[in-house]
């Protein structure tokens, strides 16, 4: 069993600060003549959702039911944010449009991902008092629909303490788990959630304490827990990875090893994979260690970004589950895709019966023309109707791990038909590829690819390496 098999759908509900990630990449090759500052030309811009909506892009990712309680402004930025929040699948039917400005983050990206600034355009006022009125009524009548409510507070003027603890309060009285992404030091606004989320500066911040061993960290933990009387303090750390706080004895989760890229956005991640997990009923040890993998699969990442189901699940599959994490049923092909949007997808098939250096070089070749190796892989039904009664040597489920073990296999699909041609329609491939004993033509799923911009790439194969002639000499 894989994380596929045990995150389900859930309805979960973000309350926050969003705004829109704009970034500017470009280069800087002088200095101004007007003064002393560099000259940055702009080369490319794109925007992403951030803050709130960026826990919410990551709860989709992780394929959950996302539902965004928020405002934005009636200006470009709010337009481009839901335009953007809806294309994700966000429920944004409690996404209201206020007098203030939308939040806009614009970072500036030169040579090698540097970023060289920011420019922050923002209103961190509190809320008119018809706004919160208006949110509030939209959350009484939707409440009962959800299964965990996030709070990611920015301190951008939503999350006002009279505001957050109405929420809070509301929650405990329908028996909903709150997590809280917290960033003001007045702790008591945060009083009654389940569970809070403070980095290290924030825990001093909270407590007043210190926060640099261990020891001091465990204590200060606590300290917030007593302080907003809640279940669980998550403190994120860092390189140093996380620290959970509770009725038990406090648990420390080691950072993944990762080259680190850029930290924005991976307390989101974290948050958005501990709710999933909560809402599946996880127990709370593995939900956060499940968080935490996620959040180290984002700092390898420039940029705000989401990161997928999928993604993670490659990530623990060695960890919890071993090769079965790469094997997937036929019917997760189409989420396949869905999931991972912004990959290019490779895809193989064949009988792989005996496994063999032809196979594996060519594998090797296949994984190198994209982000994702897809196998699909025949079943022993499958191998019997197109070699013979004798057919298979190894059964479906061997030859799919040991296909599995390869470290540049992504994922394996046992699919029963005598081609692939269904799989190769519900995973919507960016490349197929096959070995040159074919020709072109007769490439199973050829139409398809190239239907949507795709492509047949044949490989070279190793002479005189086949598992009817290893078969002959046996």
Not at 87 to 94: H, T
Not at 207 to 228: F, G, M, S
Not at 429 to 434: A, G, L, T
Request: hydrophobic residues 40%.
């Amino acid at each position: 069993m894989s994380l596929l098999d045990i995150i389900g759908r859930k309805n979960i509900l973000v309350i926050g600060d969003v705004m829109l990630d704009t970034y500017f990449t470009g280069e800087v090759q002088r200095i101004s003549p007007e003064a002393p500052v560099p000259v940055f030309r702009k080369v490319r811009e794109r925007s992403v959702p951030g803050g709130a909506a960026n826990v919410a892009v990551n709860l989709v990712a992780a394929g959950q039911n996302v539902s965004l309680l928020s405002l934005i402004g009636n200006d470009s930025a709010g337009r481009k944010l839901r335009g953007q929040l809806e294309k994700a699948n966000i429920n944004c039917e409690m996404l209201i449009t206020g007098k203030q400005n939308t939040v806009q983050k614009i970072r500036f990206i030169a040579e090698n991902n540097q970023q060289v600034m920011r420019l922050d355009e923002e209103d961190t006022g509190e809320l008119e008092s018809d706004d919160y009125c208006h949110l509030m009524d939209l959350l009484h009548k939707k409440i009962n629909h959800f299964s965990v409510l996030i709070l990611s507070d920015y301190l951008k003027g939503l999350l006002s303490p009279e505001f957050t603890q109405r929420i809070l309060r509301l929650a405990k009285e329908h028996g909903i788990r709150v997590l809280a992404d917290v960033k003001d030091s007045r702790a008591k606004k945060y009083k009654g959630a389940y569970l809070l989320k403070p980095n290290l500066s924030e825990l001093r911040m909270m407590t007043d304490l210190p926060v640099e061993t261990k020891e001091e960290i465990i204590t200060a933990a606590y300290r917030l827990r007593d302080i907003c009387q809640c279940a669980y303090v998550l403190v994120t750390m860092g390189s140093r990875g996380m620290l959970l706080a509770g009725s038990e004895s406090p648990l420390l989760i080691k950072a993944d090893d990762h080259e680190v890229f850029d930290v924005t956005g991976a307390g989101d991640t974290a948050l958005a994979y501990l709710a999933a997990s909560l809402a599946n009923e996880l127990q709370l040890g593995q939900a956060v260690e499940i968080a935490n993998h996620a959040a180290g699969l984002q700092v390898t990442k420039m940029g705000t970004s989401a990161i997928s189901l999928y993604e993670v699940n490659r990530e623990l599959s060695h960890i919890f589950y071993g090769t079965a994490g790469k094997i997937l049923d036929q019917e997760m092909a189409s989420e396949l895709r869905e999931s991972e949007p912004e990959k290019k997808i490779v895809f193989t098939n064949g009988c792989f019966d005996i496994l063999h250096i032809g196979h594996v070089r060519s594998l090797e070749q296949a994984a190198k023309l994209g982000d994702l190796l897809v196998i699909g892989l025949n079943s022993d039904a499958s191998v019997r109707h197109l070699k013979g009664e004798n057919r298979p040597i190894n059964s479906a489920k061997d030859r799919a791990e040991l296909l599995a073990s390869l470290e540049y296999v992504d994922y394996v699909i046992i699919f029963e038909e005598d081609t692939p041609y269904e799989l190769i329609r519900q995973i919507r491939p960016d490349v197929i590829v096959k070995g040159k004993d074919y020709k072109l033509e007769e490439v199973v799923g050829k139409d398809i690819v190239e239907a949507y911009g795709g492509k047949v790439v044949l490989v070279d194969l190793v002479e005189g390496k086949s598992t009817t002639g290893i078969l002959q000499k046996m």
